[in-house]
């Protein structure tokens, strides 16, 4: 790419009362070669004043055609307001392109538009594959400390364990080479489906213009473009994530049978993954709390002593709660049928007869497990007899029942006499800390109830504090120990039998909705920066960050024909996973620009992005955020085709995935809605010059989606607008954010000047056909394709609408 720079000459003239500046362009060729390209004079004056009656109109005569460009630079600098040192951290090698254009009552508007890459294109990728590497690790090794299994069971986690470890080689390739690669900070669009490359996201920029005209305040509008999150190495040919994840769960209870293993919903495996969740996170949190408890008896500390117990009494508590669910108690049962003593048990028990286990039972007590409808029975059998892959789920012997089965081997009652003690050891040492604590007060308090007096009389009541505490302490830990072990292992039981009954199907799907999930958190992560960055001294925006949290609101120009139905349904699925993650903000342990960069962790069902501010701006920002409030994102997508395969879909075709999209969406953006006007006051929310509220635009997009009207781009300018009077953040995408991502773009732009600037209606096609022409998205395109045209033919714009076409000379048959 060409490197332009600019030698400005300054001459005053006096008489007129006003300054011309001389810019002369030069192109830079080679370092032996300089060429001048042309001159385009501009005139500085107060902004709006029209002296002497007279219009300039700055123009470049470039290929003959009439331009309102001002300037243009390649290269940002420290003092870019856009650009300054926080944001140089995360945003590199800016485009910037000025524009002057004239506003209704004559005046002048001058319009800056910027282009920059994110590093986070690479970052975040390059973070979640680690997160997933070690989330597969720590999978296989819970797979192992399983236990002793029956022959069946144990060749079932023998080639489950074989998978994980090509899934994990797989992603460490991945690694290895992403650390290769050194240069731009994105992926061009004609890397989409290069294997290396498939995590990360396709063409991330941000778009920022900023305004400044008479009357108001600089204005400024960001935009996040990016390719559609979809798996184009892997392509499309059965469709997308959507697609094919409701044929894997409508195919995975035959597979169930087959296996010989219990169908859990997909429900309850997310509950089975809750489950160990909270177990990782509070289990390790509980022994450290315990720790600081007898930290805090041996200082004698009081103040210590109580603050402890509270957190390590509300923990505990939680660690209670979590696994008191009926999953738990019933994927124990289970796994203790998956023994292999439980197999010789019942071979001598019932020969010649039907298994016990395959009875339907019925609960002899109300605390037994109920029926579970989506079960299928777990037969142990012997090894020889594990479905090859060969044999087709019809093939299995097993019939479906309606409930896991019962045991009379198994007591079901330990698992509750088991966590209950749990709760016994913590009341044990809050009793034993009133007790220290009334004597260090000289106030003895009558004597408790005749439980608890015999733990707190079984102890000295004249000995150290530790001394009393450290057995009751020790217990609670071993108790939260073997219920940890516990839960653990059966939620792991559960997990194997989702693989188990998926395999290969259901590994690969992760590994599609991992390629996906990187894409899309990549682009959200960019898009939370670059606004919390520009929302650093806006209080209103801060309070509700907090308070709610943000929508992102994604914008996509998909069709629903061919290939790009399965970029959609991948899309959809990325976007919709976005749920799962919070934001937290954190202070910087420096300025340096390492320190700086986010952090993503956590696991596939839930993950945290921590974004680290500079002391100075962390101090700024409201407690809640300092303390790490997890701050929520609603993402919503709203789909509109508009080329020509869009019109084939609407004639001949089926657009009901883009309706179903589009209605599903329109529901969460209503609802988040609601939630804001309930807890934030309006004087949060922007300032804008158009007079329709927010709820009458939420009422106009949610008639436009139920419409039938073909190509009805209203409902990506109503999304649009209504996600800028919420705050939020705007993505465009296509399929390679290059072509219609830039007509959207410009005519977003445009609008906004038309709307909330003034702009001259007569200005309007020709400021939207010099941003198309000479802006930062022909720009994008030049370092995509390396050519400037928009990969566009006659035909194809035929079908486009109007608003969406670019100028002549600016697109042909191009390599996108």
Known sequence: MCRQCFSLVSTRHSQR???????????????????????????????????????????????????????????????????????????KNPVCKVYRFQTVDSKWMLVREQMGESTLSFT???????????????????????????????????????????????????????????????????????????????????????????????????????????????????????????????????????????????????????????????????SSLADRLLQAAQQRSADALRDTLKSLAEKTEQFVHALKDELVKSALLALHAARPGYVSKTQTQTQNQTPLHLRPQTPSHPGQMGPQPDAVVCNNVDGAQTPTKEEPPAAAPLERQNSIPHHKEYDEEEWDRVWANVAKCLNSVIAVVDKLQGQDNNNQESAPDQALADVITSHNPTGEWREQLSPLVASLKECVAEVGDR????????????????????????QRRDVVFSQALSSLACGFVMRLYAGLEDKGFLQQLHLVGLVAQFESLLSTYSEEIGMLEDMETGISDLHRVTFRITEAKSDDPSDLQPVVSGRRDHYTVEVPLPRQSFQIIPPELREGKPLQVYPVLFNVGINEQQTIAERFGDISLQERINQRNFEILDGYFKTLSAKVPSECLPCFQTQMDVKELLETLGQNVVTKKR???????????????????????????????????????????????????DYFIRALDCMRREGCRIENVQKNIKCRKYAFNILQLMAFPKCYRPPEGTYGKVDS
């Open 17 to 91: 009362r006003r300054r011309r500046l001389l810019w002369s362009f030069i192109i830079c060729g080679s370092s032996d070669d300089l060429a001048a390209a042309g001159t385009v004079v501009v005139s500085q004056m107060k902004m709006g004043e029209i002296e002497d009656g007279e219009v300039d109109h700055i123009a470049a005569d470039i290929q003959g055609q009439k331009c309102a460009l001002v300037c243009e630079t390649l290269h940002g600098t420290t003092n870019d307001k856009d650009y300054g040192p926080l944001m140089s951290v995360v945003f």
């Open 124 to 286: 975040i990728p390059k973070q979640l594959i680690t997160l997933h590497i070690q989330e597969d690790s720590r999978r296989i090794q819970e797979l192992k400390d399983l236990g002793e299994l029956s022959p069946h069971w144990d060749n079932l986690r023998r080639e489950v364990i074989t998978r994980y470890d090509q899934v994990i080689r797989s992603y460490q390739e991945t690694l290895e080479e992403l650390d290769k690669l050194t240069g731009p900070s994105f992926k061009p669009s004609c890397s989409k489906a290069q294997r290396y490359l498939e995590f990360i996201p396709i063409n991330l920029h941000t778009q920022r213009m900023r305004v400044t005209c008479p009357r108001r305040t600089d204005a400024f509008y960001d935009i996040i473009t990016v390719g559609a999150p979809a798996a184009h190495f892997q392509g499309f040919k059965s469709g997308g994530l959507q697609r094919l994840l409701t044929r894997y769960e409508s195919e995975k209870k035959s597979y169930s049978t087959a296996y010989q293993c219990i169908y859990y919903s997909p429900e309850q495996t997310a509950r089975a993954r809750d489950v160990l969740g909270n177990l990782s996170e509070l289990q390790p949190l509980i």
């Open 487 to 510: 839960a653990q292992k059966s939620m792991t039981f559960v997990l194997l039998q989702e693989v188990v009954c998926s395999i290969p199907q259901g590994l690969f799907l992760q």
């Open 711 to 761: 190509k009805n781009v209203e409902i990506l300018w109503l999304a649009g607008t209504i996600c800028r009077r919420l705050n939020g953040i705007r993505f465009t995408s296509c399929k390679s954010a290059k072509d219609r991502t830039s007509m959207s773009v410009t005519l977003e732009q445009c609008a906004l000047l038309r709307d909330e600037h003034q702009l001259n209606k």
